[in-house]
């Protein structure tokens, strides 16, 4: 019989995120330590000036979810590539912790396309699912106060998107500085060739709507848009991807 060929490797390195707090800098360190800073905003808002009225940042604890929560854009991982591309090389990621775009325009129009979901948190969030915060990770809420109509529209929804990602990439810049040995989880995977065995292919629906109900693949970093590929702009037609591009977050799944 025909031995297994490993084709790729990635290593996906995880640091435990144990406490979040207010700070003059965004910074993050191995060690377990989050700070968050309001100070990229007045940047961020002078860039999408055109589509953004405000940007509102709150850290928002474990239990500490009976709050109003503009509708939920996105729930987004903060991870980031040290070595190799997408689906490759290693990968550092936090855990215990997630970021949160909500959005709403000036005329109290929430941003969605077929359903909103602004209200009580603790009502909208299932907490301890896939691809949801667990119930003791800190959430870092990044909520967009558009401009009047601007909430319904592609092109800022893709832009505010842009902005969250810009504020996250210095986190990720500090994470790639990381020394793997103290990462607190290591996990390996291998796309693997096994001659003569059945090929499987895992076939996933994504959205392609328009507004915040996009989806973007091949993104500079894991679970970014940056850089990414809207489905609509590929004709929404298949695109193939290797599980290991899956698991490091090659899709950014815009809703």
């Given at each position: ?64 979810h ?5 509708t939920?854009?996105?729930?987004i991982?903060?991870?980031t ?20 775009m ?9 941003t ?30 990044f ?27 210095t ?34 629906q ?50």
């Open positions: 019989m025909a031995q297994d060929i490993n084709l790729r490797r990635l290593v996906i390195k995880s640091f435990h995120i144990d406490t979040v707090e207010w700070g003059d800098h965004n910074d993050v360190t191995a060690d377990g330590k989050m700070t968050v800073s309001r100070e990229l905003l007045d940047e961020l808002m002078e860039e999408n000036k055109d589509i953004i009225e405000k940007i509102d940042i709150q850290i928002i604890k474990p239990g500490d009976d709050r109003w929560t503009n939920i854009m996105d729930i991982p903060v991870s590539k040290v070595l190799g591309i997408l689906g490759e090389g290693i990968t550092h990621t936090l855990t215990g912790v997630y970021f949160m909500t959005g709403v325009d000036v005329d109290g129009v929430q969605y396309e077929f359903g909103s979901s602004e209200g009580n948190l603790k009502e909208k969030l299932f907490l301890d699912k896939a691809g949801t915060p667990g119930t003791n990770d800190v959430i870092i809420s909520d967009f106060l558009f401009k009047s109509h601007q909430g319904q529209e592609r092109g800022a929804c893709t832009r505010a998107h842009q902005a969250c990602d810009k504020f996250m990439q986190y990720r810049d500090k994470m790639k500085k990381f020394k793997g040995d103290l990462c607190t989880h290591r996990s390996t995977y291998y796309d693997t060739v096994r001659p003569g065995a059945k090929r499987v292919v895992i076939i996933k994504v959205a392609g709507q328009g507004a915040m109900y996009d989806t973007h693949l091949f993104g500079k970093e894991p679970s970014s848009s940056e850089g990414g590929k809207s489905i609509i702009d590929m004709g929404n037609m298949p695109v193939i991807v290797t599980p290991n591009e899956y698991r490091d977050g090659i899709i950014r799944s815009m809703q």
